[in-house]
């Protein structure tokens, strides 16, 4: 089981054609690092899919997943970071 404390969520997407290089690369400079046992989750121009990247520690896990109906709401709220409570981290884990 991959732990996971911390997720980020992109305020800007990305083109789902990246591999591990490039969203690790993305990651790195926006916070000079990827941080063990945080999440950060991308998506493409209209939410229906997202790709996430997870730093365990010691290797990278890189996942991309394609929503069968609708599209994911990004938050709007100006903020640069956004808590999730409990319940939401759990949905969108169990969901990935």
């Known amino acids: ?4 404390d911390s997720i980020w969520l992109a305020t800007e997407p990305i083109d789902m054609r990246i591999g591990m290089d ?3 690369a993305r990651v790195v400079q926006v916070f000079g690092a990827a941080r063990p046992h945080h999440a950060y989750l991308f998506s493409n121009k209209r939410s229906t899919r997202i790709k996430i990247l997870i730093y365990d ?3 990278i896990w890189l996942a991309s997943r394609r929503l069968n109906k609708g599209s994911f709401t ?3 709220s100006g903020h640069l ?4 409570n409990t319940g939401q981290l759990q949905a969108l884990v169990t969901g990935l």
Not at 1 to 4: A, G, Q
Request: aromatic share 12%.
């Open 57 to 59: 520690g010691f290797g």
């Open 81 to 84: 970071s956004v808590a999730l």
């Open 1 to 4: 089981m991959i732990r996971i």
């Open 74 to 76: 990004w938050t709007d």
């Open 22 to 24: 490039t969203a690790l």
